[in-house]
């Protein structure tokens, strides 16, 4: 198991640009592949992208292929999510998750932060 930490959520306007940090402790956290997901009110949790435990293969969800980057420095045990050219459709809690090994199968992501809020104003 390992602990997440996310920060960096807030209120931004459309076309804006923020950049989450999951900060992660407990176990080798190389050995674990990165998430970050994402929650809007009435809607299912998303895949947003992954990093492999390296940081050497990255994988970003359709909805924000283009606009968000997915990155870690494992020396500080941290994951980021660069999010450019925010709409608000991007309105959501944004989860960090760890999965031990490969990133695939997404569904296996099975620890958990608490999440951070990003809005997005139109």
């Not at 940081?55 to 970003?60: E, L, R």
Request: hydrophobic share 35%; aromatic share 10%.
């Amino acid at each position: 198991q390992v602990h997440l930490v996310e920060s960096g959520g807030g209120l931004v306007q459309t076309g804006g640009s923020l950049r989450l940090s999951c900060a992660a402790s407990g176990r080798t956290v190389s050995n674990y592949a990165m998430g970050w997901f994402r929650q809007a009110p009435g809607k299912q949790r998303e895949f947003v992208a992954a990093i492999t435990g390296s940081g050497g293969g990255t994988v970003t969800g359709d909805s924000v292929k283009g606009r968000f980057t997915i990155s870690r420095d494992n020396a500080k045990s941290t994951v980021y999510l660069q999010m450019n050219s925010l709409i608000p459709e991007d309105t959501a809690v944004y989860y960090c998750a760890a999965k031990e090994g490969a990133i695939y199968p997404v569904r296996m992501f099975n620890n958990w932060g608490q999440g951070t809020q990003v809005t997005v104003s139109s």
